[in-house]
């Protein structure tokens, strides 16, 4: 547990004796594909870690009844702290895509130490601050206009190394806002402008400046 600790923002470069009594709080979870761990709206009285396995933090719009995918969860990530902290409601719902191991955290405990040990609120507020940035990136990439950018974008934030390994196109296209069929027209533009080769589910890039200029001003 105190491995997995240190790997969250919250907790970095805190004393060894108090993410001892971080441990103490923290509740290991086993939840099975497909069960949903919390629901939009329910109350959030505390926050989670993804050891293990895969998450996806979705919305359903109302009228059309239709999935909108926010963000995937992959280890090691928080999740609903934003929600913890405020005292406010979850806003999404979050379900295991496999079975995953998550860790929990009830925020009154969190805070009585916090109130002993200030950096931890420290911490917290760094980390908070990242997580508006990576939302305002967010919008900033829904309000791009054309799909070819929007995929290009994608591209270049989820790249590790010059690959974007297991890309799948339904679920891109849920996080994109774009429809399956205008993520696979784009992706065969950016194919044949000679900027990204796709074989099978991995896309390898073969000019990350052509990407870059199809953004505009990534």
Sequence with gaps: MLNLLREIPYFQNLPEELLKKIAQIAVLMEVSKGQVIFTKDSKATGFYILKEGK????????ISGKEQIVKIVEPVALFGEAASFSGKNFPVNVEALENSKIVYIDREK?????REYPQICINIAQT???RLYHLVNLVETL???????????????NKKGNKVENF??????????LTPEAVSRALASLKAQGAIKK???DITILD???????VGGF
């Design 110 to 114: 969190l805070m009585e130490l916090a």
């Design 55 to 62: 998450l996806k933090l979705y919305t359903i719009e109302p």
């Design 199 to 201: 074989e099978k589910k």
């Design 128 to 130: 908070l601050a990242e």
């Design 143 to 157: 309000v791009i206009g054309g799909a070819a950018p929007r995929v290009a974008k994608y591209l270049l934030q």
């Design 208 to 214: 990350e400046e052509k990407l870059k200029k199809i």
């Design 168 to 177: 799948k196109t339904t679920l891109v296209a849920n996080i994109l806002g």
